[in-house]
């Protein structure tokens, strides 16, 4: 059984980096195809995309967060990993990792979320 | 503003169905096969009812389907329980650039 669970600060500065860390136990990330994204949701709205990583270690990225996003993989620790810059009160939410078969065009597997907060 | 539109609220007696609506464009519901249908209870993270736009995954029962129509895909959930009660988010592929788009969410109340 696959399993994803998110790491990292609960409490993140304005204008600083939010990082973000999945690890993935019940497979390997870099066998797939698939393709492992982060999904933010604030408090009471919906889900946005932010970005992903292919097994293949290929990036996509949300188009109204990309200058401010990484997503990277480390295949040896099994996990994947996200970076935000320049976060503001907007970037508050809680931040779930999840992955995406190729052959299904789903997130078939979610972690729990991590709830991050951008407060001075 | 999301780019897939869902009614904010729906709701129906146990025992009834009741179907939510979830509306994109050429680019993203209409252009693909891949829209899928996630069950959020409050605190917990989302769970995929639908598939391909009408494949259940294992344990998902029957009483949940979906269908698309042009631009619009539609969940109903038929003989309402009590446990359906929850927030449901439609999500489409929209192209290898944008990958995938949400909608706004739809919570759904058992009267």
């Known amino acids: 059984q696959v399993q994803l669970q998110e790491s990292g600060p609960g409490l993140v500065k304005p204008s600083q980096t939010l990082s973000l860390t999945c690890t993935v136990s019940g497979g390997s990330i870099s066998s797939g195809p698939y393709y492992w994204s982060w999904i933010r949701q604030p408090a009471g709205k919906g889900l946005e995309w932010i970005g992903r990583?292919?097994?293949?270690?290929?990036?996509n990225y949300n188009s109204s967060l990309k200058s401010r996003v990484t997503i990277s993989m480390d295949t040896s620790k099994n996990q994947f990993s996200l970076n935000l810059s320049s976060v503001t009160a907007a970037d508050t939410a809680v931040y779930y990792c999840?992955?995406?078969?190729?052959?299904?065009?789903?997130?078939?597997?979610w972690g729990p979320g991590t709830l991050v907060t951008v407060s001075s | 503003q999301s780019a897939l539109t869902q009614p904010p609220s729906a709701s129906g007696s146990p025992g009834q169905s009741v179907t939510i609506s979830c509306t994109g464009t050429?680019?993203?519901?209409?252009?693909?096969?891949?829209v899928s249908w996630y069950q959020q209870h409050p605190g917990k993270a989302p769970k995929v009812m639908i598939y391909e736009v009408s494949k259940r995954p294992s344990g998902v029962p029957d009483r949940f389907s979906g269908s698309k129509s042009g631009n619009t895909a539609s969940l109903t959930v038929s003989g309402l329980q009590a446990e359906d009660e929850a927030d449901y988010y439609c999500?489409?592929?929209?192209?290898?650039?944008?990958?995938?788009?949400f909608g706004g969410g739809t919570k759904l109340t058992v009267l």
């Open positions: 999840a992955r995406w078969p190729t052959s299904k065009g789903d997130f078939d597997y």
């Open positions: 050429s680019s993203d519901v209409g252009g693909y096969n891949y």
């Open positions: 990583v292919s097994s293949s270690g290929g990036t």
């Open positions: 999500s489409s592929y929209a192209g290898s650039n944008n990958f995938v788009v």
